[in-house]
């Protein structure tokens, strides 16, 4: 066979591009389509146990026996264990209102009863979300407002059941668009919000083993050694550039700590690690290496520079004022290297003083 019979036509290279992406989009539709079905299927076993609970007065007791019965009448079907049928109880008494199943509305009251829960999450969202991640969101949030920005960001950022966990207890909706910046002052109207909601205050960098006294060098090859994590911390979109990016300017020698590239947001990110409190002139040296990322790196179709201060306790008074005397686009955050107990958990935590006083209550009973 010659050369020129094997060669390929103009164009082939695209189009097994082309037909390649149809077959990932057809492949997601079709595993959406399943997870949409099924998790209207446990919505309405839900909906029939809760009817006949109410209509006959069954008990919590009948959901064993269902449990035992599905498995020996539909042995090959998954899914119907005892506390994954509980679980489709509470997944529709969580939402007796959807959109697939109007005639059930008489069954559970008027709309007028529960408008937050049918208002924040149409049926749409709803089977968006696995059903996994239900299970965890009904048990962890119960702030319902609360839960669907969890459900949101999931179905946006593809969260897997641990990250949407991990995300859910480092309360990441307290943490997003806190960060002290002069975003809305240096940037357009439409995308400064979209900025501003990019970026968190604290960070945590909870997966980092730092000595009190540690060293910023030590901070960032923490960060790198950690990559992954970091990045998951940092947020969907961050693509790592180079730790220690070095900048050749006026015969002098400059390093970047940390340079990303936001693929959402189009624009690189410098990101520079402080220890210890915010110091007002870390925001001219800031403005300065956006100002050579954007003349050296940046695309003629690329975002303006972005650049972001970690500090552990950045002075959001000090640091409003340093930033509205600098021309590029630059937030101010915190990281934590543990995270604080929340106040009520705290007090709720017995002292050594108390422990010890049981122990020797616990030893005094004993020798009686």
């Known amino acids: 066979m010659s050369n020129k019979s094997q060669a390929l036509p103009i164009g082939y290279a695209e189009l097994l591009t082309d037909i390649k992406q149809h077959v990932r989009h057809a492949q997601t539709r079709a595993m959406l389509a399943v997870n949409a079905e099924l998790i209207r299927l446990y919505w309405e076993i839900g909906a029939l146990i809760n009817t006949r609970q109410q209509q006959e007065g069954w008990g919590a007791g009948v959901i064993p026996r269902l449990a035992r019965d599905l498995h020996n009448e539909l042995p090959e079907e998954k899914g119907f264990s005892e506390r994954n049928i509980k679980r489709m109880l509470a997944f529709y008494r969580e939402y007796p209102l959807l959109h697939f199943m109007p005639q059930t509305v008489a069954q559970t009251g008027t709309l007028s009863e529960v408008p937050q829960a049918a208002a924040l999450f149409p049926a749409e969202l709803l089977q968006a979300v696995p059903w996994g991640h239900h299970a965890e969101l009904i048990a962890k949030v119960k702030d319902l407002p609360t ?68 060293h910023e060098r030590e901070l960032e090859t923490g960060l790198v050694a950690h990559l992954e994590k970091f990045l998951l911390e940092l947020g969907q979109g961050f693509a790592f550039v180079g730790r220690q990016y070095h900048l050749d300017i006026g015969e002098q020698d400059f390093y970047i700590d940390l ?19 915010f110091k007002p002139e870390y925001a001219g040296k800031m403005n300065f290496y956006c100002s050579v990322v954007d003349d050296k790196l940046r695309h003629e179709t690329d975002q303006p520079t972005i650049g972001l201060i970690l500090c552990q306790q950045p002075n959001r008074v000090l640091a409003e004022y340093a930033l509205r005397g600098v021309d590029k686009p630059i937030g101010v955050s915190s990281y934590e290297l543990t995270r604080a107990l929340p106040e009520a958990l705290e007090s ?8 010890e006083r049981e122990l020797q209550g616990m030893e005094g009973a004993a020798d009686e």
């Open 259 to 277: 340079l990303f590239y936001h693929l959402k947001l189009r624009c690189y990110v410098v990101i520079e690690l402080k220890r210890g409190d």
């Open 147 to 214: 839960r669907c920005w969890y459900m949101q960001a999931a179905v946006h950022n593809g969260w897997s059941r641990n990250i949407l966990v991990m995300q859910i207890e480092s309360a990441a909706h307290q943490r997003k668009g806190k960060a002290t910046s002069n975003f809305a002052s240096r940037l357009p109207a439409a995308d400064s919000d979209l900025v501003q909601q990019t970026l968190k205050d604290p960070y945590l960098f909870d997966f980092l083993t730092l000595e009190p006294g540690f």
């Open 348 to 355: 709720s935590l017995p002292s050594i003083e108390q422990i």
